[in-house]
Every structure is written in structure tokens, then in C-alpha cells.
């Protein structure tokens, strides 16, 4: 079990090029931000959880169902810079709240996320040379290995990755593409993360990277700075939400 708990921060922004007003899709008589929220409170490991948007309709709607929200700047360019924004307004708040030394960046758009998931990101602190963790989950078909949008990962043998990418490493030189599974194994990234305050600040302070700008994924962002960003392996991965046709086959999923 965790040494110290932590609190969970959900971004969650109305505008999304690829599908505007996703917080508030209904699943099943519930929005996504609803269903997210509810999952991720069940996690033992946090101390409290709070949604951090930039929209008075997100904003109400979380106050309506008995959520914890605050209100951020529209003017983030990632989850990761609300939930700087959102810890230092829970320090500077005065009540007690975001006093923990660890913030979870929960996806918003994971609508069955499983809480245990949370429980295992937040028990990689108990090392303490760990100040940035997060997930991966095993690569069992093709068809994802050979996928853009699904962003492969390298780590050592103490889980330290190595590099996130696009592209598929490492690359087999005497092996065909499509046995690539059946000779090495293979890991995607669950954008699932963790941080030390003190060290979130830090890097929600740095420009962009050139590895960043290539493969746009901010975490190569981080490596490139030298941080390290430790993994745990889990077995299962939620379902993003990414446009109305994935909420649509998630919803033919669940009847």
C-alpha cells in the first residue's frame, strides 16, 4: 500500500477540436466526467479528488452531482498545466485540500477507468528516487504495434523508461514486421500519471522539446529535461473517448 496518499485531478475542458462538449456526453443516463469522477473516488489511495475545468457548464454540472470542482484558465495548453494551476489553488485555498506531496492526472474521457490503476501509479512513491510515474500495458496484437496513435514504450529493468514513441522500437532487423510480437515483447503507455508537487511545478515551467514537437507527446518533454519517469505494468486498460464514433462504439459495447 501507499506510504502517503494523494490527490486526483481530472482536466476537463469543453472545447475539444475533436469532439466539443465531451465531458458532458451522456454513457448510459451519466455523463463522461460523472462516471469518470465516480471511479476514480473508489481509489484507496487518494485523499480527495477534483475535477479542474475552464467552463461554467462542466463547472455546474460537477457541483450538481456533489463533485469537487474548480475553475482553471482556458488558456492551458494540457492537462498537465491545469493540474498545476488546480494544486496551487487548493494550497493557496487555505482548507486543507491539495496539502499532499503527490497530484494523479486522471484522464477525463476514461469513463470506466479502473481505480485500481490509480492505487498502483500512486504506489511507484513509495521509491523514493520515483517522482514521475505512470502505466504501461503489454502489446498483444498488430494491429495496435503498428498504430501512430498508439504511443509505444521502452524501459530498463527497474521499470525507468527510456523513450515514449510512435513508431515501433525496437525495431527487428531479422524478423518480418508482421512476427514482430512473437520474438520481443512489446509495451503501449496508459496516460495515466503521477507526480511530486514540487517536481510538477518544475516541468509545467519548461518550453517545449524538439522530441515533443516531432512525435507531439509532452512526457518526451520531460525525458528530454532529465527527468526520469518511472512505469508499473498493468494487465488492463480503460477505453478512451476520443470522438462521438468511440462513444458510440462504447456505448453498443455496454447494452
Given at each position: 500500500m501507499?506510504?502517503?496518499?494523494?490527490?486526483?485531478?481530472?482536466?476537463?475542458?469543453?472545447?475539444?477540436?475533436?469532439?466539443?462538449?465531451?465531458?458532458?456526453?451522456?454513457i448510459?443516463?451519466?455523463?463522461?466526467?460523472?462516471?469518470?469522477?465516480?471511479?476514480?473516488?473508489?481509489?484507496?489511495?487518494?485523499?480527495?479528488?477534483?475535477?479542474?475545468?475552464?467552463?461554467?457548464?462542466?463547472?455546474?454540472?460537477?457541483?450538481?452531482?456533489?463533485?469537487?470542482?474548480?475553475?482553471?484558465?482556458?488558456?492551458?495548453?494540457?492537462?498537465?498545466?491545469?493540474?498545476?494551476?488546480?494544486?496551487?489553488?487548493?494550497?493557496?485555498?487555505?482548507?486543507?485540500?491539495?496539502?499532499?506531496?503527490?497530484?494523479?492526472?486522471?484522464?477525463?474521457?476514461?469513463?470506466?477507468?479502473?481505480?485500481?490503476?490509480?492505487?498502483?501509479?500512486?504506489?511507484?512513491?513509495?521509491?523514493?528516487?520515483?517522482?514521475?510515474?505512470?502505466?504501461?500495458?503489454?502489446?498483444?496484437h498488430?494491429?495496435?504495434?503498428?498504430?501512430?496513435?498508439?504511443?509505444?514504450?521502452?524501459?530498463?529493468t527497474?521499470?525507468?523508461?527510456?523513450?515514449?514513441?510512435?513508431?515501433?522500437?525496437?525495431?527487428?532487423?531479422q524478423?518480418?514486421?508482421?512476427?514482430?510480437?512473437?520474438?520481443?515483447?512489446?509495451?503501449?503507455?496508459?496516460?495515466?500519471?503521477?507526480?511530486?508537487?514540487?517536481?510538477?511545478?518544475?516541468?509545467?515551467?519548461?518550453?517545449?522539446?524538439?522530441?515533443?514537437?516531432?512525435?507531439?507527446?509532452?512526457?518526451?518533454?520531460?525525458?528530454?529535461?532529465?527527468?526520469?519517469?518511472?512505469?508499473?505494468?498493468?494487465?488492463?486498460?480503460?477505453?478512451?473517448?476520443?470522438?462521438?464514433?468511440?462513444?458510440?462504439?462504447?456505448?453498443?459495447?455496454?447494452?
Amino acid at each position: 500500500m501507499p506510504v502517503q496518499k494523494a490527490i486526483g485531478i481530472i482536466p476537463a475542458r469543453y472545447a475539444s477540436a475533436r469532439f466539443p462538449g465531451k465531458p458532458l456526453a451522456m454513457i448510459s443516463g451519466k455523463t463522461m466526467i460523472q462516471r469518470v469522477y465516480e471511479q476514480a473516488i473508489k481509489a484507496s489511495s487518494l485523499e480527495d479528488v477534483v475535477v479542474a475545468t475552464d467552463d461554467q457548464r462542466i463547472y455546474d454540472h460537477v457541483t450538481g452531482f456533489g463533485g469537487k470542482v474548480l475553475m482553471t484558465s482556458p488558456l492551458h495548453p494540457s492537462g498537465t498545466d491545469r493540474c498545476q494551476e488546480a494544486v496551487k489553488i487548493l494550497r493557496e485555498s487555505g482548507d486543507g485540500h491539495g496539502q499532499s506531496g503527490i497530484v494523479i492526472n486522471i484522464q477525463g474521457d476514461e469513463p470506466f477507468l479502473d481505480p485500481g490503476q490509480i492505487d498502483r501509479v500512486t504506489a511507484l512513491f513509495t521509491r523514493p528516487e520515483v517522482n514521475i510515474a505512470t502505466l504501461a500495458c503489454r502489446i498483444l496484437h498488430n494491429e495496435e504495434l503498428e498504430n501512430p496513435n498508439v504511443v509505444k514504450v521502452v524501459f530498463t529493468t527497474d521499470r525507468k523508461v527510456l523513450i515514449f514513441s510512435r513508431s515501433v522500437i525496437p525495431f527487428q532487423r531479422q524478423v518480418p514486421l508482421g512476427s514482430w510480437l512473437d520474438h520481443h515483447p512489446y509495451y503501449k503507455h496508459i496516460g495515466l500519471y503521477g507526480f511530486r508537487m514540487a517536481v510538477l511545478q518544475q516541468i509545467t515551467a519548461l518550453e517545449p522539446s524538439p522530441l515533443e514537437v516531432a512525435e507531439s507527446l509532452e512526457q518526451l518533454r520531460w525525458l528530454q529535461n532529465g527527468w526520469d519517469i518511472y512505469l508499473d505494468i498493468t494487465g488492463t486498460e480503460s477505453v478512451a473517448v476520443d470522438t462521438p464514433e468511440d462513444l458510440l462504439k462504447l456505448a453498443n459495447n455496454t447494452r
